[in-house]
């Protein structure tokens, strides 16, 4: 062996039991005696090999262990850095498959909800019923009314129809089907229950028809028919419509059904056109044209334009600053709605938004509510706030909006009227919107029907008034949330997800930080004691 041998030699200490293995390379060439007794050879010095037997281990147990540790370090840098690359990539899929998820075309979560509403909408009256008829017609005392509800009807349960896709335009057109049906068991009574309200026909004519001549004529008709300012009618019959005996004998051609939603049943709303969100996710849903126009003509400047949604849902990744727009047919106008707290519903969280005081401001409050104020003598030159005119889109007649009890309304409105107790709780309205999807999961649109009385000397069922009144007739509850069975698949194929997801990104990262922090410490400790 040209390099030498190695001469292991075991030495047995004065001290009993101690034994020393001891390895040496011998500086005898290969070729030479083997037999030489070691003890006594000149090339073996005993104090280096003493000192060399007793370090060599030691040395190298310390490299195995710093790098067994440098090893463990860069494993748990490479698990935090795995879980917080993870962390972009997933929010990516997410974001990829929700915008995909939220198209309005065949096949994706959002059109199976869109064509029919994946939970019960429910439409609650409240009817104002008038207990001192007399009084108001002849001495034009306060008007007493109470409350009396809710009646229920279960609405928007058919499906969308004529659903005709445009792929060049990526938008969808399609008829809203009118249907209702009642509910007694989330009902106070019947259908057949009776009230006493403002005769709807005899309070229009001033409206309809000013000419003193006209007014004459039609007043003999109203007596004729044993008409009065107030009248009974059923729940059914003020809802959805009943035939008018004053309206019955005009000598020519008319319609003579009366009712506050008259047409309804066996109708249909639109045609509307929604864009898909195929091109563009953040226009998905949003109304292009409401029967074939982008701008109501009830409206000058930007108050007729038909804005937003129709409030089932809106684009996803919704932000706390948003403001939601939504468009209603009913009351013909666009609304909008703020930001207002975050909640929990069923266990998913979702943003409320609410429909702020400003919606029905005065144009001295609010210098946008400008063109909604159309006349200047009820609203005394548009300084009142908190009902809104839609005659205009009512043919004519005098219909006003506003929330239930005139919650935010100038004072003055309500003062004629007793029995009325506003409330933020009971008569706001809110939309519980799933942040990440845009889903609408749970609201609650409130809004009261009142109609404008004025004194009319040639009308004797009227003459007796001595000013103006804004008569409440009615006011709704348009109201769903998601049920219990699709909340819990909402929860486990969206809300589980993404928190699973999350829970994994953490772990990754807490786990290969603590990994890489003890590997690192341990090793600089090591680092420091050999050094010693």
Not at 244 to 255: A, E, G, M, N, T
Not at 296 to 312: E, Q
Not at 443 to 472: C, D, E, S, T, W
Not at 502 to 529: D, N, P, Q
């Amino acid at each position: 062996m040209s390099d030498g041998w190695l001469l292991e030699v075991a030495v047995q200490h004065r001290e009993p039991g101690l034994v020393s293995v001891m390895t040496c390379r011998s500086g005898i060439e290969e070729g030479k005696d083997l037999s030489v007794n070691p003890f006594v050879h000149p090339n073996i010095q005993w104090k280096n090999l003493r000192h060399q037997a007793q370090n060599f281990p030691a040395r190298r147990m310390g490299c195995n262990r710093n790098c067994g540790l440098i090893t463990g370090a860069v494993i748990g840098a490479v698990v935090a850095l795995f879980g917080g690359i993870l962390m972009p990539v997933g929010d990516m899929l997410i974001e990829k498959t929700v915008k995909k998820e939220s198209v309005l075309e065949e096949g994706t979560t959002a059109f199976k909800n869109w064509v029919k509403a994946g939970a019960n909408v429910y439409r609650q009256f409240w009817i104002f019923d008038v207990q001192n008829p007399e009084e108001v017609a002849v001495n034009s005392s306060k008007i007493k009314v109470k409350q009396r509800g809710p009646y229920t009807y279960r609405v928007r349960y058919l499906a969308k129809d004529i659903i005709t896709q445009d792929s060049k335009t990526h938008t969808v057109s399609f008829l809203r089907p009118k249907g209702a049906i009642f509910e007694p068991s989330l009902s106070v009574g019947t259908e057949n229950d009776t009230f006493t309200v403002l005769n709807l026909a005899v309070a229009a004519i001033p409206h309809l028809y000013p000419s003193t001549f006209v007014q004459i004529i039609l007043n003999v008709l109203i007596k004729n028919s044993n008409s009065f300012m107030f009248q009974k009618r059923t729940l059914k019959e003020l809802l959805w419509g009943y035939k008018d005996p004053f309206l019955s004998l005009v000598p020519y051609s008319i319609p003579t059904t009366v009712g506050v939603f008259y047409p309804y049943n066996n109708t249909a709303d639109g045609i509307y056109k929604v864009f898909s969100g195929k091109d563009d996710i953040s226009k998905v849903a949003r109304i292009d044209t409401y029967k074939g126009k982008k701008h109501l003509s009830y409206w000058p400047s930007h108050c007729g334009m038909i804005n937003g949604t129709d409030g089932a849902t809106f684009p996803p990744f919704i932000e706390k600053n948003r403001v939601l727009q939504f468009f209603s047919a009913d009351i013909c106008r666009s609304f909008y709605a703020v930001f207002g707290a975050e909640i929990n519903l069923k266990g998913i969280p979702v943003y409320r938004f609410v429909l702020p005081s400003r919606v029905f401001a005065s144009p001295l409050q609010n210098p946008d509510n400008h063109c909604f104020c159309t006349e200047k003598i009820i609203s005394k030159d548009c300084t009142l706030y908190g009902v809104l005119d839609i005659s205009k889109c009512k043919e004519g007649r005098p219909v006003y909006i506003s929330l239930p009890h005139f919650l935010h309304a100038s004072p003055e409105i309500a003062e004629p009227i007793e029995g009325l107790s506003p409330n933020e709780e009971e008569h706001s309205t809110y939309l519980d919107v799933e942040p990440i999807t845009g889903f609408t999961l749970q609201f609650a649109q409130r809004l009261q029907i009142n109609m404008l009385v004025k004194p009319a000397k040639n009308i004797v069922a009227l003459k007796g008034l001595k000013h103006n009144y804004l008569v409440p007739i009615l006011w709704l509850n348009e109201t769903a949330t998601i049920g219990d069975e699709k909340a819990e698949m909402f929860r486990n194929q969206v809300i589980g997800k993404i928190n699973l997801l999350a829970l994994i990104e953490m772990i990754l990262m807490s786990v290969g930080a603590v990994i890489f922090i003890a590997f690192t410490i341990s090793y600089c400790a090591c680092r420091l004691k050999n050094a010693k």
